[in-house]
């Protein structure tokens, strides 16, 4: 995305991104998060953290949307974002999906990999900050999807 030839190609990229991570995030904060408070040590302390990461990074890549996709700032805020998300996902490999698979059996980690894939099948495409606990994308995740859905056919339409 960064070396894109186009403002059209770095448009779609990020839009792919943007979706890519608001899905998985969602699924993380719906499934993953909850089972790591219960079952690592110090689980609440580590889902927390990993909450205020998330939280940043929707906030970031609302400002993002808002931004010229050809300008150098938002090449700039782009790159920041990425180191962002890269430490992020080493946080959550180290301190948070390798404990959870050393405590978990095969048949649980299959249970919580089924739930990911129903999770990201209903979760919504674009960052909303402040709802990055299971029961708020419970309550309101399936509305605010519909809606981002609907926004992305008609952007498609235009576009």
């Known amino acids: 995305m960064l070396s894109a030839s186009s403002d059209e190609a770095r448009?779609?990229?990020?839009t792919q991104l943007r979706q890519l991570?608001?899905?998985h995030e969602t699924a993380e904060e719906m499934v993953v998060h909850p089972r790591a408070?219960?079952?690592i040590d110090g689980g609440d302390a580590i889902v927390d953290a990993r909450l205020a990461e998330e939280n940043e990074a929707k906030k970031q890549l609302s400002k993002l949307e808002g931004?010229?996709?050809?300008s150098k700032e938002f090449i700039f805020e782009l790159t920041k974002f990425r180191d962002a998300v890269i430490e992020h996902a080493?946080?959550?490999?180290?301190?948070?999906?390798?404990?959870?698979?050393?405590?978990?059996?095969?048949d649980d980690l299959g249970r919580m990999a089924k739930a990911v894939q129903a999770a990201e099948a209903i979760a919504p495409t674009r960052?909303?900050?402040?709802?990055?606990?299971a029961k708020l994308n419970f309550a309101v995740g399936p509305f605010a999807s519909m809606l981002d859905r609907a926004?992305?056919?008609?952007?498609?339409a235009v576009s």
């Open 11 to 14: 448009d779609k990229a990020f």
């Open 21 to 23: 991570l608001a899905v």
């Open 37 to 39: 408070r219960h079952e």
């Open 67 to 70: 931004m010229d996709i050809g």
């Open 90 to 106: 080493d946080h959550e490999e180290t301190e948070e999906f390798n404990k959870l698979a050393s405590q978990l059996n095969s």
């Open 127 to 133: 960052p909303h900050a402040g709802v990055e606990s």
């Open 151 to 156: 926004r992305d056919v008609i952007k498609g």
